[in-house]
């Protein structure tokens, strides 16, 4: 019994033999051959472990992967991971499985949608560099190379509806390219003795608006047609006509159909009218001599403040970016309507506006009533405000850009917009 004893607590410890068939060891840690022998008093049972080789562990494993809890975190909590980079390493350096090769159908895509890429970065930079010359040059076009329906998006949806003009009723056959447009327009009740006026006087181009209220498709309105197309070859030669039926829309200011008749003017210069015509034709070979980049104003003096003599007329580029102003149509007074785009024109400006001796300039009569007056004159103080404010943040742009502006005419420009109150419509 005392032998026995001896044994047993001689061979109470595991013997561990590792396997030389595998050179790894799993982390649940049984790989080769682990025998143990116990033995006691009361029993003369021998325990023996069954050996198992590492690959025999890890084809029993493929299909349920070893999960291995690892230690606590500092935050307190296990992480549960899948240990899968262990039992695939084996296969992947099995030389038993060799790797397929890409079927001859995938090779094909492969290479249809590399050229797709080539062919799709060769278009897109082809294009892009196109469009952008082609934006480049529409954006420098000139209105002598825009069409009539170019032309016609400019003015606005309501005022007045497109579906009431009619340009080029009367379109002139040919304008030299140093000629000058007049640019007027007058009621349908006068056309015929206006037009006679301005035939006898201006020896260039004319532009003129004919506002109407006649129904389109009338007798009376297809009469009206005829008679401005019954002209003499020499008055279609530079005479240009457009007509506007005011009768669907909303009131319009005066500004508006200047604006249109300085829209299709077919030369580069345009003169202004807000009335008649009055100018001597020694006059108008002074101004075709005389005429610059910049605008010039047709007075019988020459102020050295705002504003000049209100019904002065104004020669400038047809592209000269500043439009008269066509936001006061509460009432339709020719005289008001002018002062403000002959102000915003001395405004884009900065004062440097040209002058020319027209002793033959007649004044416009315009009136108002005294309630109208005193709306017209918040209305005005508005838009001059808002003006001055729009024009100041254009010259702070201009400055961050790079663009330096002269003391002198920022001084200029704060002086002139200090005295907007004061230059309201005066009775």
Request: hydrophobic content about 35%; overall charge positive; charged content about 20%.
């Amino acid at each position: 019994m005392k032998s026995s004893a001896t044994i047993a607590s001689s061979a109470s410890a595991p013997v561990l033999k590792r396997s030389k068939s595998s050179s790894r060891l799993p982390t649940s840690g049984s790989v080769g051959s682990i025998e143990s022998r116990l033995s006691s008093s009361h029993s003369q049972r021998r325990l023996r472990t069954i050996t198992v080789t590492g690959a025999q562990l890890y084809r029993k494993t493929d299909t349920a992967p070893e999960v291995v809890e690892r230690p606590d975190t500092p935050t307190g909590k296990r992480h549960l991971l899948p240990v899968f980079f262990t039992h695939k390493s084996s296969e992947l350096e099995s030389p038993s499985r060799p790797r397929p090769l890409p079927s001859p159908l995938l090779r094909w895509l492969f290479v249809l949608y590399s050229a797709w890429c080539c062919l799709y970065t060769s278009a897109s930079c082809f294009f892009g560099e196109y469009g952008q010359q082609a934006h480049h040059s529409l954006r420098h076009k000139t209105l002598n190379e825009l069409g009539n329906s170019q032309w016609l998006s400019r003015i606005s949806p309501h005022q007045p509806p497109l579906v009431s003009l009619r340009p080029n009723v009367l379109e002139a056959q040919h304008a030299p390219s140093n000629a000058i447009t007049a640019c007027l327009w007058t009621p349908a009740s006068d056309v015929m003795t206006d037009v006679h006026r301005w035939i006898s006087v201006w020896p260039g181009p004319i532009s003129a608006v004919i506002t109407t209220d006649l129904a389109p498709g009338s007798s009376a309105h297809a009469s009206l047609v005829r008679r401005l197309r019954a002209s003499s070859s020499t008055r279609q030669s530079r005479l240009s006509l457009h007509l506007l039926h005011t009768s669907s829309g909303p009131p319009t200011s005066p500004n508006a159909y200047l604006n249109l008749a300085r829209l299709f003017a077919p030369t580069e210069t345009v003169v202004l009218f807000p009335g008649n015509i009055t100018l001597s034709p020694a006059h108008i070979a002074l101004l075709q001599d005389r005429i610059e980049d910049r605008p010039f104003v047709l007075t019988s003096r020459a102020p050295s403040t705002f504003p000049p003599f209100p019904a002065a007329p104004v020669a400038l580029p047809r592209d000269y970016p500043v439009w008269c102003s066509e936001r006061f149509f509460f009432v339709d007074d020719r005289l008001a309507d002018w002062k403000e785009c002959i102000w915003h024109i001395w405004l884009n400006q900065l004062g440097d506006v040209g002058f020319m001796n027209m002793t033959s300039v007649n004044p416009i009569i315009g009136g108002m009533s005294s309630a109208d007056r005193k709306i017209r004159s918040r209305l005005v103080t508005r838009f001059r405000t808002e003006t001055c404010d729009h024009f100041a943040k254009q010259l702070v742009t201009r400055e961050d850009e790079g663009v330096r502006t002269d003391r002198t005419k920022q001084r200029w420009l704060i002086d002139f917009c200090r005295k907007v109150s004061s230059l309201v419509l005066n009775p």
